[in-house]
């Protein structure tokens, strides 16, 4: 059984920084794709970042380029979003997600079959 645990969440001002971890169980977690996703009240499920595992190519969603980076360390089982510039909008619970995951498939959660419980990040105008 797959289980990821995220932290690193929390309260913070505009135009602060924050990083996310996710660390895994498992020992072929390296060789899997990971996305962060978020989901604010009211609103859907979407695409934040992904890092595909054989690669290492990495995806963003057009709100984030340019603020956010994801990262990996596969000794670690771990896989970051480092958010810089933080806005308001960026208000959510942020859930990383492990898939075998192509540039065809990484914005679909479908393409995950494991899901954190999410870190609630705040962002304070």
């Known amino acids: 059984q797959v289980q990821l645990v995220e932290s690193g969440g929390g309260l913070v001002q505009a135009g602060d920084s924050l990083r996310l971890s996710c660390a895994a169980s498992?020992?072929?977690?390296?060789?899997?794709?990971k996305g962060w996703f978020r989901q604010a009240p009211g609103k859907e499920r979407e695409f934040v970042a992904a890092?595909?595992?054989?690669?290492?190519?990495?995806y963003y969603a057009d709100s984030v380029k340019g603020r956010f980076t994801i990262s990996r360390d596969n000794a670690k089982n771990t896989v970051y979003l480092q958010m810089n510039s933080l806005k308001p909008e960026d208000t959510a619970v942020y859930y990383c997600?492990?898939?075998?995951?192509?540039?065809?498939?990484?914005?679909?959660?479908?393409?995950?079959?494991?899901w954190g419980q999410g870190t609630q990040v705040t962002v304070s105008s």
């Open positions: 997600a492990r898939g075998t995951i192509s540039w065809r498939t990484y914005l679909d959660t479908r393409a995950y079959d494991y």
């Open positions: 498992g020992r072929t977690f390296s060789s899997y794709g």
């Open positions: 890092i595909t595992g054989s690669t290492g190519t990495t």
